[in-house]
C-alpha cells in the first residue's frame, strides 16, 4: 500500500510571516508534505512544515509539473493537493483531474477563474447579476456599451485584485483603455490571454461574503460591508476597508439576502470543499446582485484575522482542514463588530513609519502590522493588494468601528514620510 501525502503549490515564499500563515496547520496531520515551488529551496524553515521542497523552474509549465506529481504518484498516494492562491487555483485543478486526486476539479476551478463561465451559469440560473460580453478590441467594447448603456466595466476574465479592472464611461475611455492596456503583474502574466470582460455597471454598496464549503453545502458564513468599493479603491486610491457583521445581525434583511444568494451561487458554481471570498453590491432599492466569487481565502492578510476575531473561525486552519474534507467549527455567539483597514502608502524613500504607540487613544485595536521599515524604496498604489500595512479593529457597533478604522487611515497617511 502506497504511503500517503499531501501535496503543496506555491510560487511565493512560505518562509517569511505572511507565508508560514498559510501551511502551519499542515503540522496538525501526520502525512508526508511536498512543497513544490520556483522561489524556495529545503532549508531548516522550510523543514519546519514540509519533508521535502521540489524546485521547479515554472509552475506554470503544466508538462514539466505533470513530470514531478506523476513521479510522486509512482510512489505515493495524494491525499489532498493544495493550490490555494488565486492564481493558482485553475492549475491545481488541472492536476486533480489529471491525477485523480480528490478536491475541486478542472471544470470546477473554471467556473471560479473564468468570470465569463462564472457569469454565464449564473444567467442560465436566473440569479441576480450583470450582463456581460467578451471584447477582443475596443469595437467590440463600444458596440455592447450602446447596447446597454454607460459606464461599463472591463476586466481580465481570470485576473484578481482589480489589475486592469476600469469602469468606462464613454467612447473615447474605452478607445484608451484598449490602447494602454499592458499586463505588468508577474502573478497575472502567466495565465492571462488576449480577451477582456465587459460587464454592466451595477451602481451599489459593496459587501463580501466568506464562507467554508463542505460537501457543497455552506458551513460556515461570515457577511462583511467594504467602506469603500473595490472599483473606488483601485482608481481613486481610497482605503480598502471592511466591517465584519457578528452574528447579532444575522436577522437583518441584507444579510440574510447575501447569504442566501451566496448559497445559490455556490450550488450553481459546483463549488465543494474549499473556502470562498465572494463579491456582491446591494443597490438603493435594496436588491442584492453577484459580483464574483474566488474558491480562495479573501484578502488573506486582512480579512482572516477580522473574521477571526468576530467568529472564532480561523480560515487558514479550514483551508487546510477541508481539502482533506474535514470541517469541525467552534463559533463564537457573541462577537463584536470586527474591522480591517489597510494601510497607506506613498512612493519613494520611507524616511519616517508611524507607529503602534501612535494610536493608543484609539480603543479596540487588535492588531497593527507594517510592512515596511525606514530606507525602503516603495511603489505608489496600483491596485488593491498594494499596502504599508494594515490593522484589525474591534467595537460594539459598526458606525463608531468606520470612525476609528479611518481616524487610523487618516493619521497614520499624515504621520508617513517619504523622500521622492
Partial sequence: MKENILVYLCDIPVTDKSGRKWVERLNAYPYKKILISPVEEYSTVIGEYFDDCIKIDNLFDFDKLSQIVRKLCETYKILALYAPKENLIELGGKLRSHFGIQGMQETQTL?????WIMK????????????????????????????????IVAKHPNGFATINTKALYSKEEIIRYFENLTVDNALLKPFVDKRILLEEFIKGEEYHCDCIVKNGKVVFSSVSKYLYNCMEIAT?????????FPHSEDEQPIIKKIRELNEQVIATLGINNTITHGEYFVCENQEVYFGEIGARIG??????PSIENTFGVNLF?????????????????DGKFSGMICLPQKAGEITYLPKKEEFADIEGIIQFEVYYNVGDKVSDVADTMTRSGFAIVESDDFATLKDKLLLIYTRFSENLQVRA
Avoid: W
Avoid at 122 to 151: M, R
Avoid at 319 to 329: F, N
Fill in 111 to 115: 467556473a471560479v477563474r473564468d468570470k
Fill in 120 to 151: 454565464q451559469l449564473l444567467h442560465q440560473k436566473k440569479l441576480p447579476t450583470s450582463k456581460v460580453a467578451i471584447a477582443f478590441t475596443a469595437d467590440d467594447a463600444i458596440e455592447f456599451a450602446e447596447k446597454i448603456g454607460y459606464p
Fill in 236 to 244: 481613486k486610491n481610497m482605503p480598502p476597508a471592511s466591517i465584519t
Fill in 299 to 304: 484578502g488573506s492578510d486582512v480579512m482572516p
Fill in 317 to 333: 486552519t479550514a483551508m487546510i482542514d477541508i481539502e482533506l474534507g474535514i470541517c469541525e467549527i467552534s463559533e463564537k455567539k
